[in-house]
């Protein structure tokens, strides 16, 4: 069965430090891989996915993501954090039904 | 391009009450799915609609939990009676299609507590 593990339940980063947001999952076939982030009080925006070729994946406000497949992995990274950031990170795997991470909090301070 | 609406937004009841959501996809999308995300935890599946049939209700509490989409647009989702453990935010999306990797559009939930 499809799952994701996303290791890290909370992470504090300083604004205009770079960020790397972990992710694991457990798939027969070549994935389908998404990132989405959800800010307080609102839904889900995808940020990006990858299905097959480049294995670098660029995403809206600057957000990459990088498919590694010998380490089943599929982390979130962003050279410069700004303080919108900050919100909740979770990463998907799947066909059908998407199957979600229980997703990481990211803190931004000053 | 209007987003996916949904309302109540924010929803507060007892115990073995009944309460209901709506959800309106974006326009033109088939596929409109209905996710509970308990705090702390990442969104599950509870069904998905192509237009107006049930493609995957496995993960649907369905002595308590019942969803239609009649028209094949918007959507309700109904909990009868509810329990404490119901308490979550609902999340409905929607897709062009149903296909593989297909990019899922979330509304932004409405907020259930039960006391």
């Known amino acids: 069965a499809q799952s994701v593990t996303q290791p890290d339940i909370h992470i504090t980063v300083s604004e205009g430090a770079s960020l790397e947001l972990r992710c694991n999952y457990s798939?027969?076939?070549?994935?389908?891989l998404f990132w989405y982030v959800q800010s307080p009080g609102q839904g889900l925006q995808l940020l990006l996915k990858y299905f097959s070729g480049d294995t670098l994946v660029q995403g809206i406000k600057g957000f990459e993501a990088e498919f590694k497949r010998s380490q089943s992995s599929f982390n979130l990274r962003k050279p410069s954090v700004h303080w919108s950031d900050a919100a909740e990170y979770f990463c998907a795997v799947g066909e059908a039904p998407l199957v979600f991470g229980k997703g990481t909090r990211l803190s931004v301070i000053a | 391009e209007a987003g996916v609406a949904q309302s109540p937004r924010y929803k507060i009841i007892e115990k073995r009450q009944s309460v209901a959501f709506w959800c309106n996809p974006i326009?033109?999308?088939?596929?409109l799915y209905w996710y509970q995300q308990i705090l702390g935890q990442g969104p599950k599946l509870l069904i998905q609609f192509q237009n107006n049939g049930v493609v995957d209700d496995s993960q649907l509490p369905k002595d308590r939990f019942s969803a239609e989409r009649l028209k094949g647009v918007d959507s309700t989702l109904k909990i009868q009676p509810a329990k404490l453990e119901d308490s979550a935010v609902y999340l409905c999306?929607?897709?062009?299609?149903?296909?593989?990797?297909?990019?899922?559009?979330f509304g932004p939930g409405t907020r259930l507590l039960v006391l």
């Open positions: 999306a929607s897709s062009l299609v149903a296909g593989v990797g297909e990019t899922q559009y």
């Open positions: 326009s033109g999308h088939a596929t």
């Open positions: 798939y027969g076939a070549t994935p389908y």
